[in-house]
């Protein structure tokens, strides 16, 4: 994958992206607070105040014209000559670019990044392109940190602007991990849904792929499925399979079309019947399976 | 009737709450930050809990019909720890999010001098933000307290009507009234409002900047208060239109000088732009019934 599949397409925001809410309200004019000396939130070059610089940045509210691709545009700018802004920057992207769904139609980003998943893709390759590797790690993994659910999906979204390789790899698995611990089926799917999970061992990747059987993310969400699928996935699918109809439950289309994808283990009984077919076949004998 | 609690904490209650809230009307409601009853001990703690307000709770919220907003702050009480006063540093990355509403709950608790530290700092941090405050007024010696917030707002700037200074009753309405803040009355049984005298303050004030709210929480307390308030208004000859007006679009008007309301999102999805997912469509939308909890953990 490459920075332009998940980056927004230059000029084109498509039909479907809303523009930004109302102008967030104007700062008090004249009116300059005191602090009370707790210092600075962002550990690289923040100055804590996150309203006056961030203010005077031409508007990108939707209320003077300008469009969607300018709003960008002139924000990738202010991050560009100002990465310690990223912390508040990147939290009110939806506000001052716009929201809506990307190219999967998705508003949810469940099956694909949304629109404002792109535009946080393209804040976070400027910061790439800005500050060093190593700093640049550390504001990715707190840009996730004190994420809020969108903010961290479009992390997520961005882990192949890490690129890939020990340090990378470490990263990035550690914030899918996280995103796969919770219950939350937007981060789920965001987890699998990119190439940067190859970075997942595959015990880990299993179990998140058989995670989305039991928060109803569909399996069309998960990233390269049918490369990776193996036996040991197909096995656990047949398991979760079984356990359905055990208690008399719908076995869900995903789980018998995972059972399908993965190639049947040789030892596994049922595939030595000489039929060929698989533990999702349907049984040949008569029997009740 | 629609309902919109301004102030609710929903971390300390159950989804049977949310069900019910859904049922009696609710369709929106903000959390402020607050003390968890427990004391905690260090800054990360609070982190952990923004995030709850701003990601999971806001999550089940939404599969009950209800959308969820938050205000952020570090909560008076906690403000005389100082091992939990580092907090104040990394509020600008929680207060720069959509949904975060207000800087809240702020204001007094014992009027410390420490108290009112923290409660300058973040009157600072709403002006430089663009975001209203949610001021509680103490339980112990509230009229002394109710009167030095209403100077710190006044000497903080911030135009008074973008402050809600919760928790009155008889004895401070007419004190904070004449601040030109909005007026916030929590209709708690057994300390704080009870709809009855909710409604004879609103027969003799008014109903311009007042909001009700629940303010239910891991006390003895009701979700459903902020209906019940509706109900005994409507008995006591308001119209619904009156009822409309205290509770949904007087906290509505207050929290949309944030900027940050998500309501518009919590119209029905009827549109094709989800196709290919049967799942999580109408999950917010109010046609369909509340869905179950994720099955998992």
Known sequence: MTDHDILPPAGRPGPNVPLARPADRA????????????????????????GAAERSVPSMNGTDGTGVTDRLTALVERVRRDPGAVGWLFPAVSRRVGRGPGPSGDPEGVLGPTFQDGARAAVVAALRDTVGPERFAEEVEALYRFGDAE???????????????????RLAA?????????????????????????????????????????????????????????AELGRMAAGYAAEREAAGREVPADARRLIALSPHPADSPGTDDGTGAGPSAPPTTGQEA | MRIFDPHVHMTSRTTDDYRRMYEAGVRALVEPAFWLGQPRTNPGSFHDYF?????????????YGIRHHCAIA???KEANDPRCTEVLRTLPRYLAKDGVVAVGEVGFDALTAEEEKAFRHQLALAAEH??????????????AGTRRTLELVAESGLPPERVLVDHLNETTVDLVDGSGCTLGFSIYPDTKMDPVRMVRILQERGLERVVVNSAADWGHSDPLSTAHTGEQMLRAGFTEDDVDRVLWRNPVEFFARSGRLLLEEAVPDTGGAFAGNSVLRGRHAEPDPPATEPRED
């Open chain 2, 130 to 143: 663009g975001l209203p405050v949610l001021v509680h007024t103490p339980h112990r010696d509230k009229a």
């Open chain 1, 151 to 169: 903010e961290k999906r479009a992390v997520l979204r961005s882990l192949p602007l890490l690129g890939r390789g020990g340090d990378a790899d």
């Open chain 2, 51 to 63: 995030d709850g307000l701003v990601g999971w709770e806001r999550f089940r919220a939404s599969r």
């Open chain 1, 174 to 230: 550690g914030l899918i991990a996280d995103a796969l611990r919770g219950n939350d089926p937007r981060l789920i799917a965001a987890a699998l849904g990119t190439p940067a999970a190859a970075a997942l061992d595959d015990h880990a990747w299993r179990h998140g792929v058989l995670k989305c059987l039991f928060s109803d993310v569909p399996l069309a969400a998960v990233h390269g499925l049918a490369e990776r699928a193996d």
């Open chain 2, 74 to 76: 570090l909560n008076p």
């Open chain 1, 27 to 50: 700062p008090e004019r004249g009116h300059q607070p005191a602090r009370a000396g707790y210092g600075s939130p962002f550990p690289h070059g923040g100055n804590g105040s996150g």
